[in-house]
C-alpha cells in the first residue's frame, strides 16, 4: 500500500493524530503527513502512505490556499479563536480601509512566526516555550501572497477572505497583522484550507468516509507516488538505460539541461516511474543521477 491519501483533516486534531489515526486504520507503521495544519484549521491535509513517505519533503513546499476568517477588535496569544485575549480595541474601520490594507498584503511579505507554533528554536518547539511562559525572539521570514481576495465583510468587523500562498505562510500571522495595520486588532477565528498544491478539498475523504472503507477500496483511492508529484518535471530516459537508472550509475543527458541543475524531476524508463532525480554537471557534460528509487 503505497501512495498518498487526500485526508480532510477535522477540526480539533492535529497533523500527528492524523497520522496516527491512519496508523490504526490501516494497521501501518510507515506514514507521515506533508506540513502541519493547525489543529483548529479544517482541511486538506495529504497523508503519505508507505513508500511515499520518502517523497513528503516534494509537497512541503508547494502553495498552500485557504478560506478564513478575520474577526477585528481583539488579539489573543496564540493569533486564533483558541487563545487568551490579550488586547481589545473600540476603533471602528470602514470597509474601504479594510480592503486597501488586504491589498497591501499581497505579494512576497515579512511574517514573524507566532509563538504558539511548531517551528524549533535550539532544538524546542516554540508553543512548548509558550506554554512554559518564555517568550523568544523570532527573526522575521519571507513569505509570498500569491492572492489575497475579501469574500464578505460583515459589520466592518468580520472579514471571510481566501488566499494562496507560499510554504511557511501563518494565516493566524497573517490576521493579526492586518489588524495592526488598521490601527486596532484582529485574529484569525476560521480557517479551511482548500488547496495543497494539485490536492483539492473536493476530492479528499474524510474519517468517517474512510473508515467505513475496505482494505481494497482504500487502495482505490491512494494516489500513485508519481501522480501526487506531478508538479515536478517528468523526464523520461530510453530504455537501455534501465538497468544503470536502477542501480544508481550516472545517465549521459544532452546539452539542455544548464538552468535545470538545482531541480528535482521525475524519472520514467520502459513506461515505469523509476523515482526522483537530478542533474549533474561532470567535465563539461550533463548526467542524470537517481536521488531516490522508488520503483
Known amino acids: 500500500m503505497d ?16 497520522v496516527y489515526f491512519f496508523r490504526r486504520l490501516l494497521k501501518i507503521k510507515k506514514i507521515g503527513h506533508t506540513g502541519t495544519l493547525d489543529p ?14 520518502r517523497i513528503s519533503e516534494y509537497l512541503l513546499g508547494v502553495d498552500k490556499e485557504y478560506i478564513g476568517e478575520l ?25 474601504d480601509e479594510i480592503k486597501s490594507v488586504f491589498s ?5 511579505i515579512l511574517q514573524v512566526p507566532p509563538m504558539y507554533s511548531a517551528l524549533k528554536i ?45 510554504r511557511g505562510t501563518y494565516i493566524r500571522t497573517l490576521c493579526d497583522d492586518i489588524g495592526i495595520s488598521l490601527g486596532t486588532y484582529g485574529y484569525m477565528s476560521y480557517l479551511l484550507r482548500t488547496g495543497v498544491g494539485n490536492f483539492r478539498i473536493e476530492n479528499a475523504y474524510g474519517m468517517e468516509t474512510l473508515q467505513n472503507m475496505n482494505n481494497g477500496q482504500v487502495l ?3 494516489i500513485p507516488l508519481d501522480e501526487a508529484i506531478s508538479h515536478i518535471e517528468r523526464i523520461d530516459v530510453p530504455d537501455g538505460f534501465y538497468k544503470r537508472l536502477v542501480n ?48
Not at 518547539?125 to 501572497?145: C, M, N, W
Open 40 to 53: 483548529n484549521a479544517t482541511g486538506v491535509l495529504p497523508i503519505c502512505i508507505g513508500k511515499a513517505t
Open 248 to 295: 544508481g550509475a550516472l545517465i549521459p543527458m544532452g546539452d539542455n539541461y544548464m538552468c535545470s541543475l538545482d531541480n528535482s524531476f521525475r524519472i520514467y524508463c520502459r513506461q515505469n516511474f523509476i523515482g526522483i532525480g537530478n542533474i549533474l554537471m561532470r567535465e563539461g557534460c550533463f548526467y542524470l543521477k537517481m536521488d531516490k528509487v522508488l520503483l
Open 71 to 95: 474577526t477585528l477588535g481583539v488579539s489573543t496569544d496564540t493569533q486564533d479563536s483558541d487563545g487568551i485575549v490579550t488586547n481589545k480595541s473600540i476603533k471602528k474601520v470602514t470597509d
Open 104 to 108: 497591501s498584503f499581497k505579494g512576497n
Open 220 to 222: 482505490d483511492i491512494l
Open 3 to 18: 501512495g498518498v491519501i487526500n485526508f480532510f483533516k477535522p477540526r480539533g486534531m492535529t497533523s500527528h493524530d492524523a
Open 122 to 166: 535550539d532544538g524546542k518547539k516554540l508553543y512548548d516555550l509558550a506554554r512554559e511562559g518564555k517568550h523568544v525572539e523570532r527573526k522575521p521570514r519571507e513569505v509570498s501572497i500569491k492572492s489575497l481576495t475579501i469574500m464578505d465583510i460583515h459589520n466592518s468587523k468580520e472579514i471571510i477572505f481566501k488566499t494562496k500562498c507560499s
